[in-house]
């Protein structure tokens, strides 16, 4: 790869490497703050490439690649080459990593407890999480949950927090305009923009938190809330987790000890002043 970048993120490693500059440019301006890989050895490896050489510089193309990767995968843009860099870690995350259970939600943490939140794509978690992360909670992370099978804690993997369409407004009327990444616009997913988390998330990210209250948000329903039965908490968290089944008896027992021993709720919400209330309301009777 021409151009190179690597960081950590928690306690996972990553290089980055690209046929183009741009997207290795502003990897290094949105995670200035971040420390480089323990020994500079990452954990993965992430490549964004031109499928021919020729697609370098016309109607340039990136395709993601690494250690792990996902063949049927469409290449982007190069506008959206820093897209491609954080779904090419998410990649190997969710395909390669087998040291923590992984849990498709979003992390707040306070006094050392971890409010998890989970749910399907549009729910609000990485919004929610942005806010609450305004709000005195401590942001570790708006993708993956990092679950430590041996010791039962949640490890902070706060990388950009990725914010879509309407959210992207919601959260630029609170957070500064220094702290957000290029408008990607026309993606898979609609519009994307970046957020680069507060110093504090950065500077406590090596910090891990005992679970607390597992919750499930639902955006665009009248306010409302109900305890979740762990037999649905169970089965949701696996369909949350990209790689229950791959670390095999450590997984379940995982999952089964948070399951038992952390609350869950679920709340729907029409906007997010009534979702800050709820989450309120729901760790403090937790």
Do not use: C
Not at 32 to 53: E, H, M, Q, S
């Amino acid at each position: 790869m021409r151009h190179h970048f690597a960081v950590r993120i928690g306690p996972v490693g990553f290089r980055i490497g690209s046929d183009w500059r741009a997207p290795i440019a502003q990897l290094e301006s949105l995670y200035a703050a971040y420390p480089k890989p323990y020994d500079g050895v990452p954990d993965f490896t992430v490549r964004l490439f031109a499928a021919r050489p020729w697609r370098r510089f016309a109607r340039a193309a990136v395709m993601i690649g690494g250690d792990y990767v996902l063949p049927e995968a469409a290449p982007l843009p190069l506008a959206q080459g820093l897209l491609a860099a954080e779904m090419g870690m998410n990649l190997q995350m969710a395909l390669g990593q087998r040291r923590y259970l992984l849990l498709h939600a979003a992390v707040v943490e306070r006094d050392g407890q971890a409010l998890i939140l989970t749910g399907v794509s549009g729910a609000g978690k990485s919004t929610l999480a942005a806010l609450l992360s305004l709000r005195g909670w401590r942001l570790m992370g708006d993708e993956f949950a990092l679950l430590d099978p041996e010791t039962g804690l949640i490890h902070a993997f706060p990388r950009l927090i990725s914010l879509k369409n309407a959210s992207i407004a919601t959260v630029a009327a609170e957070v500064p305009e220094d702290r957000f990444g290029p408008l990607l616009e026309g993606t898979p997913k609609g519009s994307i923009r970046h957020v680069v988390p507060d110093a504090t998330a950065v500077a406590a990210m090596d910090a891990p938190a005992r679970p607390a209250l597992i919750l499930f948000p639902s955006f665009g329903f009248e306010a409302a809330a109900r305890d979740v039965s762990p037999s649905e908490v169970f089965v949701r968290l696996t369909q949350a987790s990209t790689n229950y089944v791959a670390i095999g008896e450590r997984g379940f027992d995982a999952l089964t000890a948070l399951v038992n021993s952390v609350p869950a709720r679920a709340v729907d919400y029409p906007d997010t002043a009534s979702a800050i209330a709820q989450v309120e309301a729901a760790w403090t009777a937790r």
